[in-house]
């Protein structure tokens, strides 16, 4: 198994490979071959031990792709971005390729052709933590505040990964239990609450038709 973006890659024993995308809410067990299915269970890879991998997916928002190619080349995953923790990731990679560009910097960074994995809530608190205004044009932030911005985002999703995630609705780890980053949200959900950084209220908006939080103080 691996990972690119937020498709797992099951690569067979044979040339094909299985693309899994789970969704907003959508997951997957290993279960007995008998255990009946639940509502939203949609898929069964059966293995040779009796046991399969069931695919759950309440809001039918996830996706199974059986291919016969290289997965790194199938048009899903062959135009993404470097993953946050990749080397080329970094200020100088965001300066270069936000030159002249217009787009908000929140919804920048979470375009998947410039990086991925960045979504709504690391997006917000990554942001917040490099002083940085949701709505400012990417193309009219210095490259010194792109070094803090991806130090940001990589810390934030550091952070996030040893918490476990973040739990908002029905996220669950593979153990079944919450992901508690939550707890530790700076900005996110936070509209109409002091800053922790500088003391102004922070404010609530949309941007790209998503909810936003930002300090009118510290985020410039």
Known sequence: MDRRAKYLIMRLDSDNALLIHLGMSGYIRVVPRATPPQKHDHIDLVFSNDRCLRFHDPRR???VHLIDEPAESHALLSKLGPEPF???FDGAYLYAIADK?????????MDSHIVVGVGNIYATE??????????RSA??????????LAASIQAVLSEAIEAGG??????????????????SLDAYGR????????????R?????????????????
């Open 61 to 63: 928002f996830g996706s």
């Open 86 to 88: 990749d080397d080329r």
């Open 101 to 109: 560009r217009r787009l908000a910097v929140k919804s920048f960074i």
């Open 126 to 135: 990554a942001l917040h933590r490099a002083g940085i205004h949701p709505g």
């Open 139 to 148: 193309g009219r932030v210095s490259q010194r505040r792109y070094d803090r």
């Open 166 to 183: 973040t739990t908002l609705r029905d996220f669950a780890r593979s153990d079944g239990q919450p992901g508690y980053f939550q707890q």
């Open 191 to 202: 509209g109409g609450t002091t800053c922790p950084r500088c003391g102004r209220t922070m």
């Open 204 to 220: 609530s908006t949309r941007l790209a038709q998503r909810a936003t939080v930002y300090c009118p103080g510290c985020q410039r």
